[in-house]
């Protein structure tokens, strides 16, 4: 019988967040027998804030090195973790520390690894989109153990009360350090526009920053609209690809707007409840990133744009700048 790993990175205030919690959920439902491993500057809190979680150990890895992500010390210490539970299946959250530390750790094991995973079954077997998710599989292996990363949005987040459980500390061996993290640098985007559990997607496309009827491109009121619209409904921003492209080209067109709001082929895949597509002609690798958002509307001025094809529920033919004045309007 299969034995499960629940291994998780912790936050910088030494929490678990909410796609941690998600495949904690999933490790859960699968009905194995389950051991809990934590990773980061602190255990305790994440460990108190699982401790009901029906695992029967708790394993840490703690200490100021581990703290930042760092494919060293992450590699390490996840190998480490998962030599002393030895369990036969590893789920983790697909985060950015995950992608890149655990496919090593997996070869280090004689193991194998699925990322971008959508669903986890018993049997075990999991759900995987291929060919720019156009066909979904399900996947199952006999290699052992099996690194499962789940992306986040596909399993409801496991919740209970916190407790108190022992953590056992786990040693870790590691190699001479050559990267020392000095701080982190974010995208200046002047507001905060990526929300993942907001429950509406407001995306732009290029036709924002084009010519408008009266001959001239208008992106600040542009601008106005589209911040005003995401502080009235706490919305998450997405852009096109030839959108956030402009943006990256250093053109003053909207300068909110970074790669890290690309929705599409080689951007994000959302999994909002709504989604809003606003000047954007619903291209095809555009329209990839949209297959989990449950409900998709568009606004375009041209009736015969990808959007009318099949690729959205309800098409507004009208202009985006009208439409959203009288939105805000409406939402005082």
Known sequence: MDTILFLAF?????SLAKPALEALGAAVAMGAPLTVGL??????GAASQVANCGAARFLGVSGEEFGQSRYATDAAAAEAVA???GATIVIAAASV?????LPGVAHRLNGAIDTHVTAVAGGPSIARWYYRQRMEAAVGRTARPWFILLETGCHAAW???PGEVSVESVAVALPPLRT???GVRSPQSGVETIRPDARLLFVAGAGWTKKQADGQPHPREATELILGFLNKTHASLGGSKSLVDLSGEGEAVLPFMTHLNQIGQTGASPRHPKGLSTCCHGEEPHV??????TERRAVNLDPNCGWARGKADVVYVADAFEVMRKVNALLG
Request: hydrophobic share 45%.
């Open 10 to 14: 912790t936050e910088p205030d030494g």
């Open 39 to 44: 990773i980061g500057a602190s255990v305790a």
């Open 83 to 85: 030599r002393a539970a």
């Open 97 to 101: 520390r995950a992608n890149r530390a």
């Open 159 to 161: 919740s209970g009360s």
């Open 180 to 182: 020392i993290v000095t």
């Open 288 to 293: 990839v990133g949209w297959r989990f958002v």
